[in-house]
């Protein structure tokens, strides 16, 4: 950790070319950061949007609909196997839709992806159950859920990295946390949302048909937002300010070949945070509802108020960040969530109390450290590199913290205890931890 504590944020971000938050910054546009800003906030919110309504309808419904031949445990846990094919799609997805950019630009590629993403959340509003098709529903389930990662994966338009590099050097942590914010605010919208029709409808009906109308709602805001985004990256202004700072696709072939350690590096630097995220959101939904020690829309309420509290954190984040340091941030906050995950098996096996201590103090640390996690350590890449680059790591960030965490959380909880729990998000805090040492090694020797 003393190694962490030295590091400053001039160390993590390129210089800006523009030294005020209310300038623009290219002085040839009208273009100015808050604007970018606006635009990083509703595409994240929107996707993060669609990524909750799936996650919660995992843990709540897609064991009953589309596994009512096995178990509710083992039900979820094919659920939750499902889960993680996006994840697994979107580094491909990524390197798909880079090549439609180069080819044919960035807002036909942006729009491909967004639509592809919306015709994928409604065909599984539309998606008859287990007890209709058999086991098509679960193929089919499971191709919408592969063509979302895809549709994630190529969705990236480079703001949130054009954000940063827009930011004056003693403000970049406050820039780093705006992107960020779009989780809590996707989850509130999911989670009340679910809230609301779990609560006001009968259990059959919830199942039968109240669960399709979040994924109707995710496409209708896929929509709003597509044609937000649109307005903004196919303008003149952005296609200057992109290109000026050199945000264009690079051969993905080529960048693994030649930055391969910086993606791996830049991945495992935000392990503790990506870890945290499901072991919040959609593993407590799932591991208190096989349990039956509180009702659901009790942890859904809970849950809603920690994604309240987290957006302050996110905030913060950028405020400490920027006085101490990106970088000390994210180590300081890996060993709070170290600490956080020894005492997870007490706090989960504390009844309703214990619980809802459980997921608001992972909640506070999660907009913490989340707040900060994006692209820590995407000025490793220089300029030819940082826009491929900066989608590629957060891509692989989510597959290796958090792809399969509801999956290995619930089946370690259950087979060896929750103790096992402890143990995985204590392992993804120490590779922060790792991570970041080494980022800061490589530094000193350049």
């Not at 300029?383 to 958090?402: K, V």
Request: glycine letters at 10%.
């Amino acid at each position: 950790m003393s190694s962490l504590s030295h590091s400053h944020p001039e160390s993590l971000l390129p210089s800006s070319s523009s030294p005020h938050t209310d300038r623009p910054v290219d002085d040839a546009s009208t273009v100015a950061p808050s604007e970018i800003a606006v635009g990083v906030i509703i595409g994240r919110a929107s996707e993060y949007f669609d990524f909750f309504v799936y996650g919660i309808a995992s843990a709540l419904v897609f064991p009953t609909v589309f596994f009512p031949f096995v178990d509710r445990l083992e039900g979820t846990l094919y659920a939750f196997v499902i889960f993680s094919f996006a994840f697994l799609a979107r580094p491909l997805g990524t390197a798909l839709f880079m090549e439609i950019q180069r080819l044919w630009g960035r807002g036909v590629k942006l729009g491909i992806a967004l639509f592809l993403l919306g015709v994928s959340t409604v065909g599984m509003a539309f998606l008859p159950g287990y007890v209709t098709l058999g086991f098509w529903s679960i193929a089919f389930l499971s191709m919408f859920r592969f063509l979302q990662g895809i549709a994630l994966g190529g969705s990236w338009d480079g703001l949130p990295s054009l954000l940063a590099l827009s930011a004056p050097p003693q403000r970049r942590g406050w820039y780093a946390m705006i992107p960020q914010i779009g989780a809590p605010v996707g989850f509130i919208v999911a989670s009340g949302l679910f809230l609301y029709l779990h609560s006001q409808l009968s259990n059959t009906d919830f199942l039968d048909w109240g669960w399709r109308y979040p994924f109707y709602v995710a496409f209708a805001i896929n929509v709003v937002a597509l044609f937000a985004r649109l307005r903004l990256v196919v303008t003149d202004e952005y296609e200057r300010l992109l290109k000026k700072h050199g945000l264009e696709p690079a051969p993905v072939l080529e960048l693994v070949r030649d930055r391969g350690s910086n993606l791996l590096i830049g991945a495992f630097a935000a392990l503790a945070s990506y870890a945290l995220f499901h072991l919040v959101t959609v593993f407590p939904l799932s591991w208190i509802g096989l349990q039956s020690t509180q009702p659901i829309n009790d942890v859904l309420t809970i849950q809603l108020l920690g994604a309240v509290i987290a957006i302050p954190c996110v905030v913060a984040s950028g405020w400490i960040a920027d006085r101490i340091g990106r970088r000390s941030t994210l180590g300081i906050l890996a060993g709070l969530i170290a600490v956080f995950s020894l005492f997870a098996p007490l706090l989960l096996n504390g009844g309703a109390l214990g619980q809802k201590v459980f997921i608001l103090l992972g909640f506070s640390l999660l907009g913490l450290s989340y707040g900060q996690a994006a692209g820590a350590v995407t000025a490793n890449f220089e300029a030819h590199y940082r826009y491929t680059g900066a989608a590629l790591t957060s891509d692989l960030a989510w597959l290796i913290g958090a792809a399969f965490a509801p999956l290995v959380a619930l089946g370690l909880s259950v087979h060896f205890g929750l103790a096992a729990v402890s143990v995985y998000l204590l392992s993804g805090a120490v590779c922060t931890l790792v991570a970041l040492h080494i980022n800061r090694a490589r530094e000193l020797r350049g």
